[in-house]
């Protein structure tokens, strides 16, 4: 999918184990279940992270469908109030050959024309002269329920990531326009209450945190 007008509405919280398998035990089966495998892309001189931008390539697929589908995804800075974050994201699906080529360097990302690279170009400028490296991956599995609640249908996601050195983080995300997103939090806190989970906004995304495990603290790349 590509966002014409990018803006993504979301609610991050952190968990236990404990308190991911009480959230389960009410939300039933997940409707799917996703693997996805993301790779993040920097310059050696970190000009995406002084611009406040995330460069992302996705692999998601299903264990009970041979469909995988690849993604291009280019994430910039916004508003974060608690657990609520909106910032602009641009994203386009890719053909595998395209995918493993940008994955392998075997094709420059400044090759691409489609709207995450058009962005990065807007705010970078010329991306020829940049050397896009890949900085490392992390693996999510990601469980995917519906919750209906005060009318109000929300898809939950709840993510269990693993990056480099082994550490293991548990989130539950909920994407939803900006309109709603008040209530959204809202009815996420009660069910939260409701089941003994602890309301813990998320400090950071998975990319910042990706970041700090590495040593590539992006706070501390910005004053560079």
């Known amino acids: 999918m590509t966002h014409d007008c990018p803006q993504e509405s979301e609610i991050k919280v952190t968990l236990t184990a404990q308190e991911a398998e ?39 697929s ?16 916004g508003v974060r109030a608690g ?15 395209l995918w493993s080529e940008l994955i392998s360097g075997q094709r420059k990302f400044g090759d691409v024309d489609l709207p995450p690279i058009q962005r990065l170009r807007e705010v970078l400028g010329e991306l020829d002269i940049l050397d896009i490296e890949d900085l490392g991956q992390i693996s999510n599995t990601r469980e995917v329920f519906d ?22 983080d548990i989130e539950l995300e909920s994407e939803m326009p900006q309109g709603v997103a008040g209530k959204g939090a809202r009815l996420l806190r009660n069910l939260f209450a409701e ?6 906004p998320a400090e950071s995304g998975k990319y910042m945190r990706f970041r700090r495990v590495i040593g590539r603290d992006p706070a501390a790349s910005s004053h560079h």
């Open 22 to 60: 009480r959230l389960r035990a009410r939300l039933g089966k997940p409707v799917r279940i996703l693997f996805q495998v993301s790779h993040f892309f920097e310059t050696p001189q970190d000009h995406l992270a002084r611009k406040e931008i995330a460069l992302r390539l996705r692999e998601e």
């Open 62 to 77: 299903q264990p009970d469908e041979s469909k995988t589908q690849h993604l291009l995804t280019v994430k910039e800075a």
């Open 83 to 97: 657990a609520l974050m909106v910032r602009p994201e641009y994203e386009s699906h890719l053909d595998r050959t």
């Open 147 to 168: 919750f209906a609640d005060d009318g109000m249908t929300m898809e939950l996601l709840l993510d269990r990531t693993e990056y480099p050195n082994g550490t293991i």
């Open 195 to 200: 089941h003994d989970i602890a309301w813990r």
